[in-house]
């Protein structure tokens, strides 16, 4: 890739912002500019310092006067429910035997594979997502799919073979023998290759015996440079069925840990209808908590009690959870998100909405060092916001005074229109 000089308004976060005051915890930049070259961040500050520095003759973009950020990063996704949201279901186990189950048999056919993931990767660009953690279907081939089409953009994304053994249609279930089998060997093709990171993805307890989530443990402690990423205490029902089908467990947590399946590389969606003892569990062991709020309201499952899990230590972040979820937009799931905390009187500043969705991610899938920032050395994924894309906005975006103002007008009204460009280690590659 040619080198290329980034003009815009720059904005990236060092730390989780303490409030609107916390200035130490990001940079905002103007007129600022961005050095790329091989697919990374050379050089980051004011125009006039990048030019400087700059090859003679360099191709400068100038995005001005929109926002440049780091990508956006969704850290719960289904890749085989692109056709499964918006579908008009009763809560989490219905809609899941209604629509997601049939839905997700069709990735039998490595050719509907191919092309959802095609329709899948546009849909992410164009909503300004760089990276993301998916669920493929319970079809080897349907992993194939997705790395292979991540590796054609350039894309840094995490994802795996959805684990399920019973409780599903028979088209869906593995066994623990070859779901472990099946899942090494993926792991061994896509994990390190290019920006491929492979996460072990047993479904949730229900559709997993013991010696699934047994089989899923251990490929953890063969490769614990890998993620690992299920579902837990998302709605009432899900949660009775599992205490049925673990007895023995103290609780929904205790099913994933007699496994090892907990640790500062787990991602446990939801987390809605936590006990004391489940909060202590996942502090001790690092483990993530995933909050994704258009699926939790669209479901009707619960309210996710940010403060009360932070208050006890539990890491967090926030997803999409498309197809339970309603839109692959971050911005759209960060304004669900807030309203879902207003709820319970935990009002999130702007600043801290934009950490959560660029770096606060990031940290969450202990990327930090690559992805969610906009710092010298980390890769070149961004994208560029305009806050004033709809005559909505623009209009609104009169009366704004500040840089806080302007991220509560995009994350309130923003969507895929706010998104003028994505570049994906330094190429810009919104889908046109
Ligand atoms: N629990 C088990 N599978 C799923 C799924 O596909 N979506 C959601 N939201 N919850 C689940
Ligand atoms: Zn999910």
């Not at 720059?10 to 930049?29: I, R, W």
């Not at 085989?80 to 279901?89: D, F, G």
């Not at 095609?118 to 279907?137: I, P, Q, V």
Request: hydrophobic share 40%; charged share 25%; glycine share 8%.
């Amino acid at each position: 890739m040619k080198s290329k000089i980034l003009r815009g308004r720059l904005l990236t976060f060092a730390s989780a912002p303490e409030g609107p005051e916390d200035t130490a915890a990001y940079t905002y930049e103007e007129d600022g500019a961005l050095l790329v070259s091989q697919g990374r961040i050379i050089e980051r500050g004011s125009f006039a310092e990048i030019t400087a520095v700059a090859p003679e003759g360099i191709e400068v973009v100038d995005h001005r006067p929109h926002l440049l950020l780091p990508g956006f990063i969704d850290t719960h996704i289904h890749f085989p429910q692109a056709q499964v949201i918006a579908s008009w279901a009763d809560q989490l186990l219905d809609w899941l035997n209604d629509y997601t189950f049939p839905e997700e048999m069709k990735f039998a056919d490595k050719d509907h594979g191919k092309r959802i993931a095609r329709e899948f990767y546009d849909a992410l660009l164009a909503h300004g997502t760089t990276t993301a953690s998916a669920y493929c279907s319970s079809h080897p081939n349907s992993v194939d799919s997705y790395f292979e089409e991540a590796e054609l953009r350039g894309m840094l994304m995490l994802g795996g073979k959805t684990m399920m053994d019973r409780n599903a249609p028979a088209g869906l279930c593995d066994t623990a023998q070859n779901s472990y089998d099946d899942s090494k060997a993926l792991l061994e093709k896509w994990h390190g290759k290019g920006r491929a990171h492979y996460v072990v993805t047993p479904r949730f307890a229900i559709t997993s015996t013991a010696a699934q989530l047994e089989a899923a443990g251990t490929l953890m402690k063969e490769h614990p440079d890998c993620h690992l990423q299920t579902h837990i205490n998302e709605n009432h029902n899900e949660i009775a069925f599992t205490r049925e089908l673990f007895p023995e467990a103290d609780d929904y947590l205790d099913v994933y840990e007699t496994f090892g399946l907990l640790g500062h590389k787990t991602l446990l969606g939801h987390c809605l209808h936590m006990n004391e003892r489940e909060l202590g569990v996942m502090k001790e062991t690092g483990s993530v908590a995933v909050f994704c709020p258009t699926s939790n309201l669209f479901l009707g499952s619960g309210l996710f009690d940010k403060a009360r899990l932070e208050i006890a230590g539990v890491r967090t972040a926030i997803a999409t959870d498309v197809g339970g979820g309603t839109n692959y937009s971050m911005l759209r799931t960060l304004d669900e998100g807030y309203k879902v905390l207003q709820m319970q009187r935990q009002r999130l500043h702007p600043l801290i909405t934009f950490y959560w969705a660029t770096l606060g991610n990031a940290k969450a899938l202990s990327l930090s060092d690559r992805i969610g920032t906009l710092d010298v050395g980390t890769d070149a994924d961004l994208v560029v916001l305009n806050s004033r894309a709809t005559p909505t906005m623009a209009l609104r975006m009169e009366t704004a005074t500040s840089l806080s103002e302007e991220l509560f007008v995009l994350q309130t009204l923003g969507d895929d229109r706010a998104v003028v460009e994505t570049y994906v280690a330094g190429k810009a590659s919104k889908p046109t």
